[in-house]
């Protein structure tokens, strides 16, 4: 092992300061066994990218609370590292509730997830035989979309969550959304008011993109990874309390070189010398050892400009962006037309065929997410995310964009070489973008590209939710290898390797732990395809409860 002592310190910029490049940052500023001078640079006038705390006035304009606009809510079993990075830096979570509803065409059609009452807020749906459908359909699918990510997973990978064959050779990997509910017999309304809002919702993406391309293997490894293909065991979730600028500021205050408003525009790298030259929208160069790039992929490339290699715009350039905006306000016209049917998650559309829809309205009901927000003093507060209309002007606080990448097979392939550009030219690449583009991905993806460079985490990284994966951490730098024998970050064996050893997992940590919510009974069971009871239909509406940015 080459030693430590003669080595100079490593200047290594971090360009970015969402959650990828702030784990980046932290871990190699504090947890790396060699020199270095960590600068973090961000072109905005805040930290955190999609970590953004808003400070809302209450109603008489006498305190102020934090709202997040961006990043709300994370869990236990999905969010594993993101846990034990804010466990870390001491930051306290709150409960959060979580709930889903559609209102569609102005209110014409609505549910709501969260119990028996809410879920026929809309009582005329009570007599309403597509919706008993719709609800028989949600479980198939759950059932047949579980053995569908089982079988993958079995032709994939071995027990021990080793790669053994790739699952292009799965009959359903090349189908997307669109295909597979046609073949299936699947009705129009399951997926119009079921489905397609629910993918939309979570990728933020419009439901005419989601639809069409998705692909179906992307989403049901995801709905099964995240428990929203069972109707028991449910997560619980939790909010950062105060809002998620608690950890933001956490991190920033351990950094000793943060740049706010400093705007990188090129990127120039000499392997002969082995540095990297940043140049800011002032036309100020200032060189270092090594970059990363903890921003979206189209980003990166255009900094790098001309000195972007072939893979490097190969790869980079097939993944896309679709830019979101984002209302922070109190007008409830942009709820449901039913107070009942007013849900923690509310999508909205004014048409009837869903997936002709250009756009994707979601209004979180931020006082039911985030408990610190007392609706007594604030009110009932909004985001809706690209509004059906504009909210009412005296009721809007503040407006922002968040970007998210489009998935497609395109997507999927660049992740997947996505290591055969990373580090070979003194750049990393980071981002939520190079996984399913959440904030649990952002934080895995810096946390990977500073231990590529030689930083030690404190905790164990898991990779793919703690499930098989193809994908490897990245490689380290030659630099890193030759100057302090950095090896390639190995991750633990997968926890949920088998089907058996999730099932244990999960009963272990409802038993145990009260990681998740207490075991609802089903009543008659899941196989029931014709008359359901209550209970099980509830149950099974509710599991439309997903996942926040």
């Known amino acids: 092992m080459p030693t430590n002592q003669t080595k100079p310190t490593k200047r290594i910029a971090v360009i970015g300061s969402g959650v990828s490049g702030l784990s980046a940052a932290w871990l190699l500023s504090q947890h790396t066994p060699f020199e270095t001078r960590v600068s973090l640079f961000e072109s905005g006038d805040y930290f955190g990218g999609h970590s953004h705390t808003v400070d809302l006035h209450s109603l008489d304009k006498s305190e102020t609370v934090g709202v997040d606009t961006g990043f709300i809510v994370c869990n236990p079993i999905t969010y594993p590292n993101l846990l034990a990075f804010l466990e870390c830096l001491n930051v306290p979570l709150q409960p959060s509730d979580m709930s889903f509803a559609v209102s569609r065409n102005g209110g014409a059609f609505e549910w709501n997830g969260n119990n028996t009452n809410t879920l026929f807020a809309q009582r005329e749906n ?8 719709m609800v028989s ?17 079995d032709l994939e990978f071995d027990r021990n969550g080793n790669v053994r064959e790739d699952a292009k050779a799965h009959p359903y990997a090349k189908m997307t959304l669109s295909e ?30 989601t639809f069409d391309k998705f692909p179906l293997l992307t989403l049901v490894r995801f709905m099964r990874n995240h428990i929203l293909l069972q109707v028991d065991n449910r997560p619980k979730w939790m909010t950062v309390d105060g809002g998620s600028r ?52 189209d980003q990166a490339l255009a900094i790098l400009g001309d000195d972007a290699t072939e893979d490097e715009r190969a790869i980079l350039g097939s993944i896309k962006f679709l830019n979101n905006r984002a209302i922070l306000h109190r007008d409830e016209k942009l709820m449901p037309k039913r107070k009942l049917a007013w849900a923690s998650w509310s999508y909205l559309t004014e048409i009837s065929n869903e997936t002709d829809s250009q756009t994707m309205c979601l209004t979180y009901w931020m006082d039911n997410l985030q408990p610190h927000i007392d609706p007594r003093k604030f009110g009932n507060v909004f985001v809706t995310m690209n509004p059906l209309f504009e909210p009412e002007a005296s009721k809007v606080v503040a407006e922002y ?70 994908r490897v951490p990245p490689p380290p730098p030659a630099w890193a290898v030759k100057e302090f024998g950095v090896k390639q970050y190995v991750p633990a064996k997968p926890r949920f390797a088998t089907d058996e050893a999730r099932q244990a997992f999960l009963k272990n940590v409802l038993e145990n732990h009260s990681i998740v ?33």
Not at 271 to 293: M, P, Q, R, S, Y
């Open 126 to 133: 009570i007599f309403n035989p597509d919706m008993w459908k």
């Open 137 to 153: 359909q949600v479980l198939r699918f759950n059932e047949q979309a579980d053995k569908i990510a089982r079988e993958a997973d």
């Open 180 to 209: 597979f509910f046609e073949q299936f017999g699947y009705s129009k309304f399951f997926y119009q008011n079921y489905i397609v809002p629910m993918t939309a919702a979570i990728w933020s993406t419009p439901a005419n993109m």
């Open 246 to 297: 608690k950890y933001v500021e956490k991190v920033i205050s351990q950094l000793t070189d943060t740049r706010l408003n400093t705007r990188i525009t090129r990127v120039k790298r000499s392997l002969a010398d082995g540095t990297v030259t940043l140049t800011d929208a002032n036309g100020k160069t200032e060189v270092f050892d090594h970059v990363i790039f903890a921003t979206h992929s």
């Open 401 to 470: 964009e968040y970007t998210h990448p489009l998935y497609s097979p395109e997507t999927i392939a660049a992740q997947d070489s996505l290591n055969t550009i990373q580090n070979n030219n003194l750049t990393t690449f980071a981002g939520a973008w190079t996984n399913y583009g959440f904030h649990e991905d952002g934080l895995t993806s810096g946390l990977l590209a500073a231990t590529s460079l030689g930083a030690v985490c404190p905790f164990e990284i898991s990779l793919n939710g703690g499930y098989p994966t193809r």
């Open 517 to 549: 919510g207490k075991k609802k009974q089903v009543g008659g069971g899941l196989g029931m395809t014709t008359v359901m009871s209550a209970a099980v239909l509830v149950v099974a509406i509710a599991s439309a409860v997903f996942y926040f940015k």
